[in-house]
């Protein structure tokens, strides 16, 4: 239809149609599978025990789900969500330097940072090595407060021991110490086929609460 300069395009009344059943979009599947298995092509069942639909309908919006914090935690784990536990935020600190380092972390701590987020790289970035470098770099933190993550890199020999000598060092009780050294030796041994330091010194993955 034209008006003028404007084509415009004619109204649809969907009401001729007749409304689709779900009988009839899985007589169209199954014809368009070719004699594959419905259930086992259009069905993903996941780890978490959910299996997704391959078509969800507005009937499925009924389904009952069960409440935060309870089986099978599809609102999550805890009942209360983020006024129980809220989310931590742990921007990386670009330093190349323990002095750089704490300066940086001391700033966005009190803009707004939550957990401390220690990222080492040997060669191209933060390098904490010795002692010193790790009391300079956490210096004036109060880590008996915050989460602490550790991600050595290849710079995993010694990490977790050098931290914890900071820690104590600094009158904190290890009882109140969260956080965890993100190291996977074995992902970086198939990566690179050694470990850094040789495979009996490499600190295996820990967390703590």
């Not at 599947?29 to 025990?49: H, N, R, W």
């Not at 970035?125 to 002692?131: H, T, V, Y």
């Not at 021991?161 to 009882?175: C, E, H, I, P, W």
Request: glycine share 10%; aromatic share 10%; proline share 6%.
């Amino acid at each position: 239809m034209q008006q003028g300069n404007k084509t415009t395009a004619p109204e649809v009344d969907f009401g001729e149609f007749a409304p689709a059943t779900y009988a009839e979009w899985r007589e169209a599947a199954v014809a368009a599978l070719k004699g594959a298995d419905f259930d086992k092509k259009l069905f993903t069942k996941l780890v978490e025990g959910i299996t997704l639909h391959p078509i969800y309908n507005k009937w499925d919006e009924h389904a009952p789900v069960a409440p935060a914090g309870q089986f099978p935690y599809r609102r999550g784990t805890r009942a209360l969500g983020y006024m129980e536990k809220p989310c931590e935020i742990a921007q990386s600190i670009p330093a190349s330097t323990p002095e750089d380092f704490n300066g940086k972390l001391l700033h966005d701590l009190d803009r707004g940072l939550t957990a401390v987020n220690v990222q080492l790289n040997c060669k191209c970035g933060l390098k904490l090595r010795k002692q010193a470098d790790w009391d300079t770099a956490l210096k004036g933190v109060q880590l008996d407060k915050l989460p602490v993550y550790i991600t050595p890199g290849s710079c995993g020999l010694g990490t977790f021991s050098m931290f914890l000598n900071t820690y104590k060092a600094a009158g904190f009780n290890t009882a109140d110490l969260k956080g965890g050294v993100l190291y996977d030796p074995v992902g970086k041994a198939v990566m690179k086929g050694s470990l850094c330091g040789g495979r009996a010194s490499a600190p295996t993955m820990t967390r703590w609460r």
